[in-house]
């Protein structure tokens, strides 16, 4: 079976940092594209990176200089560090797989940017 699990949400100020992590079981990561995504109240649900078998990654626009995505093969598991975060960044984040005619996702984890 496979499964993503969505950790390091939470509330913080403007500015702040936070690390996303997605945690894989039933599949080897390191073979596949792996995004985040995100939906903020009263919008659709929006790529925000994603990071290709062979280490290429990509980032809307939005979050450009501040988000890094990135995986570690040894633990099976993808991250999102997020640096100087905005109040347009509040939305739940969730991670997703994509395998040959499959595709899989987490939960999702709320994060929360507010004074």
């Known amino acids: 079976q496979v499964q993503l699990v969505e950790s390091g949400g939470g509330l913080l100020q403007p500015g702040g940092s936070l690390r996303l992590s997605c945690a894989a079981s039933?599949?080897?990561?390191?073979?596949?594209?792996m995004g985040w995504y995100r939906q903020a109240p009263g919008k659709q649900r929006e790529l925000v990176a994603y990071?290709?078998?062979?280490?290429?990654?990509n980032y809307t626009d939005s979050v450009k200089g501040r988000f890094t995505i990135s995986r570690d093969n040894a633990v099976n598991t993808m991250y999102l560090q997020m640096n100087n975060l905005e109040p347009e960044d509040t939305a739940v984040y969730y991670c997703?797989?994509?395998?040959?005619?499959?595709?899989?996702w987490g939960q999702g984890t709320q994060v929360t940017v507010s004074s």
């Open positions: 990071i290709t078998s062979g280490g290429s990654l």
């Open positions: 997703n797989v994509i395998w040959g005619s499959r595709t899989k």
């Open positions: 039933g599949i080897q990561i390191r073979f596949n594209t």
